[in-house]
């Protein structure tokens, strides 16, 4: 069985500009979810998909945004990337929402972004 | 709101030594418990957890216990090997308000042959 799927695993943009994250989820999980991890914040919370609508969302600014598909894909978006933004960004994926079984959460290997 | 505090790492430690890493929490009502484990270049991957108090986790030789006493969870292996340097994250989901993991800093613990 394939695990979680974060494309690309490396990013480099600059300041100003806009990037999309994807993330494929293993199959036959709903939900997804998005976290950031820095140095300095550690791992913390963006949101969470389930069957295409957000259930849940952590305190990040409305620059952060996300969507899923009908086949459980997730992508993440950052427009107006600032240096802060600067992380690695984590999905992971479970079968159900994550209120209801958060043992049950598998991640994938990130995407570094890293904005110059 | 939910709060996971870890100790600073790293903590070096040889070949068999007794690990303890800790870890204290706050908050509302009656959260469940985890240990997440992220090996380098690797996602996170659950432990161990407790979803009560007095509750004992184990997994891999890895063990802790839910003590609500003292909004604690710490971390415990009886005798480490070099396999197992990574960075530990303690984690809660609370059974109120937001229903999200709240992640500790992580504990970067390597092990020396």
């Known amino acids: 069985k394939a695990g979680v799927t974060q494309t690309p695993r490396y990013l480099i943009k600059t300041r100003g500009q806009q990037v999309t994250l994807s993330c494929s989820p293993i199959s036959g999980h709903r939900s997804v979810s998005w976290y950031q991890q820095t140095p300095g914040q550690g791992l913390q919370f963006l949101f969470e998909y389930f069957s295409e609508t957000q259930r849940n969302k952590g305190n990040f600014p409305g620059r952060f945004s996300g969507r899923q598909f009908s086949n459980s894909r997730s992508e993440m978006n950052v427009s107006t990337l600032e240096l802060g933004d600067s992380a690695l960004y984590l999905c992971?994926?479970?079968?159900?929402?994550?209120?209801?079984?958060?043992?049950?959460?598998?991640f994938g290997s990130g995407t570094q972004l890293s904005v110059l | 709101g939910d709060s996971v505090t870890q100790m600073e790492g790293p903590v070096t430690l040889s070949e068999e030594a007794f690990l303890t890493i800790n870890c204290t929490y706050t908050a509302t009502g009656y959260p469940s418990l985890f240990w997440y484990v992220q090996y380098p270049g690797e996602g996170l991957q659950l432990l161990l957890k407790a979803t009560k108090a007095d509750d004992k986790g184990s997994n891999k030789g890895f063990e802790a216990t839910y003590r609500k006493e003292t909004t604690s969870f710490h971390l415990e292996k009886g005798s480490v090997q070099v396999s197992d340097s990574a960075v530990y994250f303690c984690?809660?989901?609370?059974?109120?308000?937001?229903?999200?993991?709240?992640f500790g800093s992580g504990t970067r613990l390597q092990v020396q042959p």
């Open positions: 992971a994926s479970s079968p159900t929402q994550v209120e209801y079984g958060g043992e049950k959460l598998f």
């Open positions: 984690a809660l989901i609370s059974d109120t308000g937001r229903r999200a993991l709240t």
